[in-house]
């Protein structure tokens, strides 16, 4: 029991104070898992970080549930993986109650334009971050150039990232050899759950799944909706997927946001419960280190096509694109500037805009 105590309070805080995405969360678990509880040791914890690479779902989020079943067992696993992920769901779901409800105040819509540059911004932070990670070889930039190249097509994320990976495993292979609606709730938990089940690679791969799943495919809401949706995941802190809840709560209330929430993070929880007892088996194999360089090639493609619809939505009128200028010029001055920080930026710069454009009669769309 002291050990459920000890991960639930660790966890319940990071879920708090977990911002800045995947890549700093799991800097922010390796400084409390290793280095002051010394709860494993640094060669055990690189394990894990590479087995969930090789699965679906949200990276931190499983590196927590990792270090829960490491620490208390099963229950150690759902005790960290619920504690880190209920603050961020619990917050994106107010937060999408706010916004249903701000949509009735006049021109709202138009405040929200500063925040979907910022959006755009974020995800090439994310690429520039992981993609010396990720690229590695020619061979991985043809994957990752592949899967790029395939989304322009209009084939399925999931297919693509499958194509892409695949075709780079039998390269590198050779190589080796040789050298707010009322959605019912199941088709809610159906979408959400098939996306945490194919969800390889960092959280914000989530964009071009949705913009797939809920735009393209359902029709259930609009790539602006989707767009506002990434950047209130942005906002708060714990895991980008946290995303879900706020889309499912635009689909069918409250309700839609619990279903959601549990179909994107439930693959996680069954996913590390199956891969953690075999992660030492599979650390020696070739043939998975050579699988998972081209999965994460093949997600760096993925995220950069993501930027195209957005970046469309984005500079639509003269107010996004003066935000983005402003946002980017602030970016390259603090580059370590946090995604909290540029998004209450956006935000703040879509309104003063707005009102200045109102002030002076123009024309904002």
């Known amino acids: 029991m002291q050990n459920l ?80 992920i209920l603050p961020a769901c619990v917050l994106t779901g107010v937060l999408a109650h706010l916004y249903t409800l701000a949509y009735k105040i006049p021109n709202f819509e138009a405040y929200m334009i500063g925040i979907k540059p910022v959006v755009v911004i974020l995800i090439f932070q ?25 989304g322009f097509t209009g084939i399925s994320e999931v297919f693509a990232l499958f194509i892409g990976a695949t075709v780079g495993f039998m390269v590198l292979k050779v190589k080796d ?48 909706q ?7 995941g942005q906002f708060t802190p714990g895991p980008v997927l946290s995303t879900s809840t706020f889309i499912g709560y635009l689909l069918n209330g409250g309700w839609g946001a619990v279903v959601a929430s549990v179909g994107i993070f ?51 009128n003269p107010i996004g694109i003066a935000v983005f200028i402003v946002v980017i010029m602030v970016f390259l001055k603090f580059p370590k500037i946090s995604s909290l920080k540029l998004v209450s930026l956006g935000i703040i710069l879509g309104v003063a805009f707005v009102k200045t454009g109102q002030y002076f009669n123009l024309r904002i769309s």
């Open 5 to 84: 105590s000890e991960i639930l309070k660790l966890f319940f805080r990071l879920g708090i104070v977990a911002f800045g995405g995947p890549a700093a969360h799991i800097a922010m678990i390796h400084k409390e898992v290793v280095d002051k509880r010394k709860w494993m040791d640094e060669d055990h914890f690189l394990d894990l970080v590479g087995a969930t690479s090789l699965i679906p779902g949200p990276n931190s989020t499983e590196m927590v549930i990792h270090c829960g079943f490491h620490r208390g067992g099963v229950a150690g696993l759902f005790v960290s993986g619920l504690s880190f």
């Open 126 to 150: 994310a690429l520039q971050k992981l993609w010396k990670k990720a690229i590695k070889s020619y061979e991985l930039a043809f994957v990752s150039a592949l899967v790029l190249a395939l």
């Open 177 to 224: 050899s040789t050298g707010v609606k009322s959605v019912a709730l199941p088709a809610i938990f159906w979408v959400f759950a098939k996306i945490g089940s194919v969800l390889f690679g960092s959280g914000y791969v989530l964009i071009a799944y949705l913009q797939d799943e809920i735009v393209e495919r359902h029709g259930w809401l609009t790539s602006a």
């Open 226 to 232: 989707i767009a506002d949706a990434i950047a209130i």
């Open 266 to 316: 439930l693959p996680s929880f069954l996913f590390v419960l199956i891969l953690n007892p075999v992660i030492p088996k599979m650390r020696s194999s070739r043939n998975f280190s050579l699988l998972l360089d081209c999965v994460n090639a093949g997600a760096i493609g993925l995220m950069a096509y993501a930027l195209y619809p957005l970046g469309k939505m984005s500079f639509m």
